[in-house]
């Protein structure tokens, strides 16, 4: 069975730091294109960051210079090294697999269950 896992959120003061991580099961993960993807309360699911296959990273505007991709083929692990958290921040954070990378949520297919990030401030 082929899903995905994630861990790390938290509750954090802005300024503060946190490391997402995102297991992957059940198939070739270096193969995939994998992805960050947050949704606020009353907002549309965004993408963060996303990994391809050939480890080339891409960054959405609002986190560029704060968060770091990075991912651990040995370990099937994908991370979000969250710095200089923002209340603006404050979301569900969802990794997420498929065979190229896009921003856009409906083209991936393999989504994990989500992990809470709140920033206060």
């Known amino acids: 069975q082929v899903h995905l896992e994630e861990s790390g959120g938290g509750s954090v003061q802005a300024g503060g730091s946190l490391r997402l991580s995102c297991v992957a099961y059940?198939?070739?993960?270096?193969?995939?294109?994998m992805g960050w993807f947050r949704q606020a309360p009353g907002k549309e699911r965004e993408g963060v960051a996303t990994f391809d296959s050939d480890g080339n990273t891409n960054y959405a505007e609002p986190v560029k210079g704060r968060f770091t991709i990075s991912q651990d083929n040995a370990k099937d692990t994908l991370y979000l090294y969250m710095n200089s958290l923002k209340p603006e921040d404050t979301a569900k954070y969802y990794c997420?697999?498929?065979?190229?990378?896009?921003?856009?949520?409906?083209?991936?297919?393999?989504w994990g269950q989500g992990t809470q990030v709140t920033v206060s401030s």
């Open positions: 997420a697999a498929d065979y190229r990378c896009t921003w856009y949520p409906s083209e991936y297919n393999t």
């Open positions: 059940g198939y070739a993960y270096s193969s995939y294109c």
